[in-house]
């Protein structure tokens, strides 16, 4: 089993960074990918980044390339989302993920998720 713990979200301006980090514990060796989807309000879950344990690629989402960077730490089983210049738009709860197939296709495991609000 693996679990995926999720901390770093909150309450942030227009314009601000936040650095969610999702610590992973258990089987975490069987799970090649880990990443980022979030969900905002009335809205689908959307993927937003994954990184390859092995590696290190990373993949992000169209819609936040080159506000967002996604890396990890291997010794801790832990991955960060960086969010640059946050937007209202960037409102939502972000779930850390983990697959052993791309996290765009499938999502073997789920972490509770973090809240993020930005406000204008």
């Known amino acids: 089993q693996v679990q995926l713990v999720e901390s770093g979200g909150g309450v942030v301006q227009a314009w601000g960074s936040l650095r969610p980090s999702c610590a992973g514990s258990?089987?975490?060796?069987?799970?090649?990918?880990m990443g980022w989807l979030r969900q905002a309000p009335g809205k689908e879950r959307e993927f937003v980044a994954t990184i390859d344990w092995k590696t290190c690629y990373t993949y992000l989402t169209d819609s936040v390339e080159g506000r967002v960077t996604i890396s990890s730490d291997s010794a801790k089983n832990t991955v960060y989302l960086q969010i640059n210049r946050l937007k209202p738009e960037d409102t939502a709860v972000y779930y850390c993920?983990?697959?052993?197939?791309?996290?765009?296709?499938?999502?073997?495991?789920w972490g509770k998720g973090t809240l993020v609000t930005v406000s204008s």
């Open positions: 993920a983990a697959s052993r197939v791309p996290l765009t296709t499938q999502v073997n495991h």
């Open positions: 258990g089987r975490t060796f069987a799970t090649a990918r």
